[in-house]
């Protein structure tokens, strides 16, 4: 038998977090007919799963911790267009409240791994 894989926290998180994403912007153009910011939103709350896959399969650390980078600004642009879409009505505050609660864990969780990985880049010279 092979070793089992211990589940990755972050990439759990922002799939899930990517799919809530994708079912606003369904809401959104659906019942709003808002096709801008929730496109922003879409593209950047999607692309953070996406580059902590990509930071997963890194062949390097320094592509390690440029994609886990990469992911930490799109959470914190995904934190951006989710304040502006509540700001502007398009979403209700319970749901915004999910949302941001789930970014803002997203955006410390990915900090805190790229902080480590750049402690760690540090500690080899």
């Given at each position: 038998?092979?070793?089992?894989?211990?589940?990755?926290?972050?990439?759990?998180?922002s799939?899930?977090?990517?799919v809530?994403?994708?079912?606003?912007?369904k809401?959104?153009?659906?019942?709003?007919?808002?096709?801008?910011?929730?496109?922003?939103?879409?593209?950047?709350?999607?692309?953070?799963?996406?580059?902590?896959?990509?930071a997963?399969?890194?062949?390097?650390?320094?592509?390690?911790?440029?994609?886990?980078?990469?992911?930490?600004?799109?959470?914190?642009?995904?934190?951006?267009?989710?304040?502006?879409?509540?700001?502007?009505?398009?979403?209700?505050?319970?749901?915004?409240?999910?949302?941001?609660?789930?970014?803002?864990?997203?955006?410390?969780?990915?900090?805190?791994?790229?902080?480590?990985?750049?402690?760690?880049?540090?500690?080899?010279?």
């Amino acid at each position: 038998m092979g070793k089992e894989k211990r589940p990755n926290i972050v990439k759990e998180k922002s799939f899930g977090f990517a799919v809530k994403i994708v079912n606003l912007n369904k809401q959104l153009v659906r019942q709003n007919k808002e096709y801008v910011i929730s496109k922003q939103l879409l593209k950047s709350g999607t692309s953070i799963g996406a580059n902590v896959e990509e930071a997963d399969g890194g062949i390097s650390k320094a592509d390690f911790s440029n994609k886990i980078s990469i992911a930490y600004k799109e959470a914190k642009e995904s934190h951006y267009w989710l304040r502006l879409l509540h700001q502007t009505n398009f979403i209700e505050r319970e749901q915004f409240e999910e949302l941001i609660h789930d970014c803002d864990e997203l955006c410390k969780l990915l900090f805190s791994i790229l902080k480590t990985a750049r402690i760690k880049k540090q500690n080899e010279y």
